[in-house]
């Protein structure tokens, strides 16, 4: 993303950012912030009106507070990439002097409606679906018709972040797929009234169709940077939602929507030398969806870097320590490039932190005190152990083993060790693609994805501090977050 883009636009982050600051955030948008009419009508004018109210919810991804909690863990995507990385276990809380965190990964908070953890996810991601719905009632409301490509692209990038806003909810506030089930209600305009529990059936339609217009919406989209979306970002959160249905059905449809990304050839997946390369730079190929962090931003120790750099002015540094389960750390073969992510001695207060996976160039433990190393939310290889997982579970087995070893090549010394992989069939090919994603996606916001869509059960390892041996399935209710007290008080048609 062009440097300079924060600067001309850093300004307008009110407008957006600044929504919802009332106890009732579903309440209809303040008239000082945004004039939905003017916004349209300029934007047929000058799109730059649009492209720079989408740029006010594309800086909410990645700006404090957004999660209405004020605390050193309320920055944005990244933030809520902590809490399940957390939840899956294969992020253990290692040392806690501090305290972030620390009764969260004791699977407290979110049994606890009351509790703030429980309010912030749920805040962020509704905060990002009003705000995406101003911009599509200003482009003409959800059906438009749309004369030019600018409001096209406009469009489609708002339903592809109202879309991305909701798939979360899905994971993070349904135990798994029941299309049965009621918990979240939906908002496709930013001045109706509070609405009550639709059918997760109904939810996860409005998301497939919000997607599925924002893929034809921006046919021909040459995006600026890639802190926009695009078609392949929105492909790529469509094939996790079809993923996670876990039918027959919706697996093809997952596989197809991942390779349809893969194919488009427009991102090449990460090297064996990008595995310790720092994971700090937009520019990297494979990064498909993520954040140009500069100067101008203006974050520090409140960021994703401040919570899990030791090179950065950090808690990671300072004493609250975020690693690898122990578990997950020795099924890494010696030879898997990735093994070397991570800080091996048990004597060390860094032992099995990933000093090697994510890093300040300038490797000065503690010295980065201005963040500018970059936000990843998306890469290309997601994809393609995406794509083998969903040929495994439908039985197309030589598919899922093809997939599995194009990434396998990327990580392994030599195709003798990857070799393995030519044996593997039925469950026991599903479960290594499971672990493989495990590995691959570290801290990186998927395990605990992963986690529901395969109906796991997670087991801690020993440098956990807390429930250390004890497993636990994917759909217990200290994995799934509740509905914050706050929209039960303030809405009367929501039920816990």
Sequence with gaps: MRKTIYKSIFALTFILVGIGCDSDFLEKSPTNVINVDDVGFSGDL???IFDATLTGIYTMTFTTGTGGDGGHDDFGQKGYDIFT??????LALSV???GWYSTFTQYLNTVDYTNGDNYMPWRYYYRIIRSANLVIKAAGGNDAVLATPESKYAMGQAKAMRAYAYFYLTQLFIKEYNPASTVLPIYDSPDIPNQPQSTTEEVYNFIIKDFEDAIALMDGFNRTGKFQMNQNVARGYLSYLYASMGTSAANVKAKKHADDVINS???TMMSAA???GGFNDINTSGWMWGIDLTGDTGLGLVSWWGQMDVYTYSYQWAGDRKAIDQGLFDLIPSYDVRKAQFHNNPASGYHLL???KFYHD???IGGQRTVTTDYVYMRVTEMYLLSAEMAAKEGNDAGARSRLKQVLSQRFATAADYAYVDALSGQALVDEIYLQTRIEFFAEGKSYLAL???KATLTRGSNHLSHVGVSIPYNDDRLTYEIPQSEIQNNPFINN
Excluded: E, I, V
């Design 362 to 364: 300038g490797k000065t």
């Design 96 to 98: 806690s002097t501090y």
């Design 85 to 90: 990385d957390f939840l899956s276990s294969d």
């Design 354 to 356: 990933g000093l090697n």
């Design 46 to 48: 000058n799109p730059a």
């Design 265 to 267: 050839g427009a991102h």
């Design 452 to 454: 529901k869509r395969n």
């Design 274 to 276: 990008d595995m310790t």
